[in-house]
């Protein structure tokens, strides 16, 4: 079974950080992209970036570019998604998910359970 299960939220003041992680299981972790999303009360999910397998690089959004990063464990089957210098619009719940392919093409074949991210002022 494909698992994908995000943890690491939790309350923070603006300004601050957070790193969260996405635990992947039931695929083979190489042979697809994993994508991190966040989807805030009354909006949209939007995506933040994304890792690549086949092309080993990252991808993000214009929004969180020089404030979030991917990273990947491969030998864990972790995908982590630091976030630094937190704003209050940050707030949201956290999700990962799977890409149909290794790159990233923002298509998401399974998602992950989200993690409630809450950056106060």
């Known amino acids: 079974e494909v698992q994908l299960q995000a943890s690491g939220g939790g309350l923070v003041q603006a300004g601050g950080s957070l790193r969260l992680s996405c635990a992947a299981s039931?695929?083979?972790?190489?042979?697809?992209?994993i994508g991190w999303f966040r989807q805030a009360p009354g909006k949209k999910r939007e995506g933040l970036g994304c890792?690549?397998?086949?092309?080993?690089?990252?991808v993000y959004a214009d929004f969180v570019k020089g404030r979030f990063t991917i990273s990947s464990d491969n030998a864990k089957n972790m995908v982590y998604l630091q976030m630094n210098d937190l704003k209050p619009e940050d707030t949201a719940v956290y999700y990962c998910?799977?890409?149909?392919?290794?790159?990233?093409?923002?298509?998401?074949?399974?998602w992950g359970q989200g993690t409630q991210v809450t950056v106060s002022s």
């Open positions: 998910g799977q890409d149909y392919i290794s790159g990233c093409s923002g298509a998401v074949l399974t």
């Open positions: 039931g695929f083979t972790f190489d042979d697809y992209g």
């Open positions: 890792i690549s397998h086949s092309a080993g690089s990252t």
